[in-house]
T-cell receptor
Framework: GAGVSQSPRYKVAKRGQDVALRCDPI?????LFWYQQALGQGPEFLTY????????KSGLPSDRFFAERPEGSVSTLKIQRTQQEDSAVYLC???????????FGPGTRLTVT | GENVEQHPSTLSVQEGDSAVIKCTYS??????FPWYKQELGKGPQLIID?????GEKKDQRIAVTLNKTAKHFSLHITETQPEDSAVYFC?????????????FGTGTRLTIIP
């Protein structure tokens, strides 16, 4: 079946611009996660939804980062007033629930110039 | 919070030999330990996982062991093949109602030498 999809795959933004990154989870998956992966590093947790409820946003680095999942399916990660340090790959993952098994999308590579 | 350390950062192995990657975790409450393989330009792919009530799990050429007392777990790949070349990440989680986040290690770049 279809896996997790993310769009766009690549995004270049000028410093100060706002960006929106989209994630389509696997159909029927209750939980959705956003991670940030810097070059040469492991993914770092940003935020997590169970259906439409955002249960944990402890990893969001600043109030410029905002995520939503209004209908419990597609999710959007928004970054306002982008900074160079926001340059990274943003990964989305989904799971059936408290099974632990998270399935990742291909990521969106964000470059802030 | 949870801290996961992973060693080595790079590993080169002759084709057909075995590869071992080790991770340690800090929070004794962690109960779920997945391993991911990441190829260039792709997202991490779940290859095997283990839960805290199990000491060892095997799937064909891949096995994972868990030592809860020492708080470490390892990935073993036998009969390595060129397609095993990738970056491997371990992770740990305290799975429970309202918590599913993964804490990842820093990765091991595995190169299989033909």
């Amino acid at each position: 079946g279809a896996g997790v999809s993310q769009s766009p795959r690549y995004k270049v933004a000028k410093r100060g611009q706002d960006v929106a990154l989209r994630c389509d989870p696997i159909s029927g998956h209750v939980s959705l996660f956003w991670y940030q992966q810097a070059l040469g590093q492991g993914p770092e947790f940003l935020t997590y939804f169970q259906n439409e409820a955002q249960l944990d946003k402890s990893g969001l680095p600043s109030d410029r980062f905002f995520a939503e999942r209004p209908e419990g399916s597609v999710s959007t990660l928004k970054i306002q007033r982008t900074q160079q340090e926001d340059s990274a790959v943003y990964l989305c993952a989904s799971s059936l629930g408290v099974t632990g098994e998270q399935y990742f999308g291909p990521g969106t590579r964000l470059t802030v110039t | 919070g949870e801290n996961v350390e992973q060693h080595p950062s790079t590993l080169s192995v002759q084709e057909g030999d075995s590869a071992v990657i080790k991770c340690t975790y800090s929070d004794s409450a962690s109960n779920y330990f997945p391993w991911y393989k990441q190829e260039l330009g792709k997202g991490p792919q779940l290859i095997i996982d283990i839960r805290s009530n199990v000491g060892e799990k095997k799937d064909q050429r891949i096995a994972v062991t868990l030592n809860k007392t020492a708080k470490h777990f390892s990935l073993h790949i036998t009969e390595t093949q060129p397609e095993d070349s990738a970056v491997y990440f371990c992770a740990a989680s305290i799975l429970g109602p309202g918590n599913e986040k993964l804490t990842f290690g820093t990765g091991t770049r595995l190169t299989i030498i033909p």
